[in-house]
């Protein structure tokens, strides 16, 4: 038996046939490992399906990480034991609730069992924030790369000094709101870090309005910022997988009209499906 290859899929949001698609077009099979970190539900048209799919694959080869809609998902849930379809409904005052919540718990109802949501809610409970992840690449290299949602914050300073730090010491400064939440400080950030780094959070097709709006910044402040090249821009203008700095943004902003990535650890290569169309969408609910 073959030794299978590693696939890295971020913020599918409930856009299920665009992740079935880059699963047929990759053939991921049961020798393979799939990590999916973080927000497969909320805000497209099919998170019950994802929820589906998520409770109830086998054989276990994929990793399900934590994200921030789950994040929020399971703050809202207050700790339930069990968890039942009508039970699974947002609470109004919450935050998953007004951020794809409402319509995610619409579409589960639709398709999922009360095991199947129960199951779900548990897998989001033991998910974890961050996963080392160590594999062969095509030279025949061993190396490893870092997976997380959104990011990591810098460590301290000591002084004018960074302190150098070991990637578990790192791991071990790091809040986990910060690794499904951190934005521009991570983004942007003049720190290295010491291992490569796949994360999602920010659709890459949001880069370049963020860099604008810091470099307005930048223009009454001292603060230092370390921007992704001009190439790197337009693949994010074009919604592609972006690298600088030793971060891989595979977030291409699917359920924003982008694309959906999957990225192949071994040798880079990177499948896109385009993304989630919410005006046609739209506009055939309505027809």
């Not at 061993?142 to 578990?168: C, D, M, Q």
Request: net charge negative; hydrophobic share 35%; with cysteine.
């Amino acid at each position: 038996m073959s030794k299978g290859s590693t696939y890295v899929i971020s913020d599918i949001h409930g856009c299920y046939d665009q992740f079935m698609e880059l699963l047929e077009r990759v053939s991921f099979c049961d020798n393979d490992r799939l990590y999916i970190i973080g927000d497969a539900i909320d805000r497209g048209p099919k998170s019950g399906m994802m929820i589906d799919w998520l409770a109830n694959r086998k054989p276990d080869n994929v990793t399900f990480m934590m994200g921030n809609h789950e994040y929020m998902m399971l703050e809202d849930m207050k700790g339930a034991e069990t968890v039942t379809i009508d039970e699974f409904f947002p609470s109004y005052y919450g935050d998953w609730g007004h951020n794809g919540g409402y319509d995610t718990c619409e579409q589960a109802a639709e398709c999922c069992t009360d095991e199947t949501v129960d199951k779900f809610v548990r897998l989001c409970r033991n998910a974890p924030f961050t996963q080392m992840v160590r594999f062969e690449d095509a030279s025949g290299r061993n190396r490893k790369v870092l997976l997380v949602h959104a990011g990591l914050f810098e460590p301290e300073r000591n002084g004018r000094k960074r302190i150098t730090e070991s990637v578990s010491t790192m791991l071990a400064r790091q809040l986990p709101f910060d690794e499904v939440w951190i934005r521009e400080p991570w983004l942007f950030g003049t720190w290295i870090p010491p291992v490569d780094v796949v994360f999602g959070h920010t659709p890459t097709t949001f880069i370049t309005p963020l860099v604008n709006n810091l470099t307005d910044i930048m223009l009454m402040s001292t603060a230092k910022f370390s921007f992704p090249n001009s190439k790197q821009l337009r693949r994010g203008d074009d919604a592609k997988i972006m690298k600088w700095n030793r971060r891989i943004n595979i977030d291409c902003g699917c359920v924003y009209g982008g694309r959906l990535a999957c990225l192949r650890l071994e040798d880079g290569n990177v499948w896109y499906a385009d993304g989630y169309d919410r005006q046609a969408d739209t506009k055939r609910d309505t027809e």
